[in-house]
């Protein structure tokens, strides 16, 4: 069964512009969530889909941050425009049922460099 | 809020025993997981605990004292492999549910 997938590996923008990171959850899971760890910090929360819903967006940082689940399979976040904060690795993750004690799956991360 | 506190590094011999521990406190708890993540890779996996006690699973144990907000992981039979950083991770309830709420990691390293 393949895993968590994002794409791209890395991405390096400059300020300003706009990049588009791409989640595909283990199929069959309902669940998806955003993660996002800043140099030198924790993992942080973004945000949680349940579906194609958004269920719990409170993490994301600002309105410069989209993240949207057409379908309920794949996802993206897309950031516009970028700043130089914006930099770090985005993590997806992912769980099959609305379960409070499930195990949540992490894809290997996009890597972000904001100049 | 959420503080989940953990060493920033870990260093023990190829064959030896070494615990991670972990200390949080937090406005909701519904379970505590232990993450490995190996450099450029995606965490994962190894172990759950919502109750008070010890989870046996091979070389890896994870313990719980919801009462004392501490948990550790237990590493047996060192191997170079497990060279690696080591997250702790809460999981939310109530308005939170879902959310894991992570420490910085350990990164520990294995000598031969």
């Known amino acids: 069964e393949a895993g ?14 706009t990049v ?11 669940n998806l969530y955003w993660y996002r760890r800043v140099m030198g910090k924790e993992i942080k929360f973004l945000l949680h889909f349940v579906k ?15 993240a949207e689940r057409t379908g309920g399979t794949y996802s993206t976040l897309k950031v516009q425009p970028a700043e130089l904060e914006d930099s770090g690795v985005y993590f997806c993750a992912s769980s099959q049922d609305w379960d409070s004690q499930e195990t949540q799956y992490f894809g290997p991360g996009t890597r972000l460099l904001v100049l | ?18 615990q991670i521990n972990c200390t ?11 993450y490995q993540q190996h450099a450029g890779e995606a ?4 172990s759950y605990n919502v109750l008070d ?29 497990d060279s690696a950083s080591y997250l702790c991770a809460v999981l939310g309830r109530g308005s939170t ?9 350990t990164q520990l390293t294995v000598w031969p």
């Open chain 1, 4 to 17: 968590v997938t994002q794409f791209p590996s890395h991405s390096v923008i400059e300020k300003g512009q």
């Open chain 1, 20 to 30: 588009t990171l791409r989640c595909d959850p283990i199929s069959g899971h309902d």
């Open chain 1, 52 to 66: 194609e819903s958004k269920q719990d967006e409170s993490g994301m940082p600002n309105n410069r941050f989209l």
């Open chain 2, 1 to 18: 809020g959420q503080n989940i506190d953990q060493p920033t590094e870990m260093t023990a011999t190829e064959g030896a025993i070494v």
């Open chain 2, 24 to 34: 949080y406190q937090t406005s909701g708890f519904n379970g505590l997981f232990w």
């Open chain 2, 43 to 46: 965490p994962t996996f190894l």
């Open chain 2, 53 to 81: 006690g010890l989870e046996e699973k091979g070389r890896f144990s994870s313990f719980l004292s919801r009462s004392k907000g501490y948990s550790y992981l237990l590493l047996k039979e060192l191997q170079m492999k």
């Open chain 2, 97 to 105: 549910l879902g959310r894991l709420y992570f420490g910085r990691g």
